[in-house]
């Protein structure tokens, strides 16, 4: 497989988004890939990310060994689980505010938690040593604990994400995680070419070009409609909140955006196809190849998910 700094772009989009819309054994595939490209230790904080961006009160649910096969269990209790992308939602607008945007602010009282947590990015060493100072039960604190691992190395939007989670687990009881309805369909390649990836740069400077609409709205657009698509979400405020931010800072009206977005969807489809087909043919030669290792993972992950649910958190030695 190519080293992490080849897969980064591309391999890290499709595992968030694969995670995102519940499709289980890509989510193993490409994570069982990635694991065994990359640094270990990198591997394990992207899989907590994960976690707290989409379904941040099951952070606290999981546990982690040095076997590669206890992310992948995280990953995919992720994947089944409804999405809670509240603590993206309130990191992303903190994070926001903290850069200096304060359209961000709603003058409504939520908007503490936001001015708080813009601190928090801003002064992160007196935020952590704050939450550790605050009493909570124990699975409370195991979300702020895998919040926690999220240090100075990582990008300042996600540390902020994870602030959010050990926030919000001090403010509330955690809500449940139900399981969400499989996957339906085959997973779209194309929509991992976002802004972050080179070929969905170009193809969304082009596409913006050939439709006259500007670059900043189209990548909002593919985000919302396409990237952000979930398998089943829970109700999420802060998550619904950084939404309709998301839509006044670009200028654009959430009726009048399905119909800027339908005629570029399909040319961005197009343009990315053979991206697509590239990817897609890397991750399907690459499960052929490991195709032993792939199925034995995908049964220690589902015994690991079993003892994780059965098993007091105090025996770790029983995995």
């Excluded at 700094?5 to 995670?19: F, N, P, W």
């Excluded at 590669?68 to 999405?83: D, E």
């Excluded at 998550?239 to 800072?249: I, K, L, S, T, V």
Aim: aromatic share 10%; charged share 25%; proline share 6%.
């Amino acid at each position: 497989m190519r080293p992490e700094t080849a897969i980064d772009e591309r391999y890290r989009s499709l595992l968030q988004k694969a995670v995102r819309r519940g499709h289980v054994d890509l989510a193993i595939t490409v994570g069982a890939c990635m694991a065994d490209a990359g640094d270990p230790a990198w591997f394990e904080r992207r899989t907590d990310l994960i976690a707290l961006s989409e379904c941040w009160p099951l952070s606290g649910r999981t546990g982690f060994t040095k076997a590669a096969h206890s992310k992948l269990a995280a990953l995919v209790r992720v994947a089944r689980a409804r999405k809670d992308r509240d603590a993206a939602g309130l990191g992303f607008l903190s994070y926001a505010l903290a850069r200096g945007d304060g359209s961000v602010l709603a003058g409504a009282e939520d908007d503490r938690a936001v001015r708080l947590l813009a601190q928090a990015v801003q002064r992160p060493t007196k935020f952590w040593e704050w939450i550790a100072a605050q009493p909570c039960g124990e699975d409370r604190r195991h979300v702020i604990a895998h919040a926690g691992r999220l240090g100075a190395g990582d990008r300042p939007h996600d540390q902020a994400v994870a602030q959010a989670a050990a926030y919000l687990a001090l403010s509330a009881p955690l809500p449940q995680t139900p399981e969400a309805p499989p996957a339906a369909g085959a997973f779209p390649y194309w929509a991992v070419f976002d802004r972050h990836t080179a070929a969905g740069k170009r193809a969304l400077r082009d596409v913006a070009r050939d439709l006259h609409l500007k670059v900043d709205q189209l990548e909002w657009c593919f985000y919302y409609y396409e990237g952000a698509i979930a398998n089943a979400e829970a109700p999420s405020p802060w998550w619904a909140r950084y939404c309709r931010w998301g839509f006044d800072r670009h200028g654009l009206r959430p009726d009048e955006a399905p119909l800027l977005w339908e005629p570029a969807r399909l040319q961005l489809a197009e343009a990315l196809s053979g991206d697509s087909h590239t990817l897609q043919a890397e991750v399907y030669g690459w499960r052929l190849a490991h195709r032993d290792r792939v199925e034995l993972l995908k049964q220690q992950v589902e015994l690991f998910i079993g003892r994780l649910r059965d098993v007091p958190r105090d025996q770790p030695e029983l995995f």
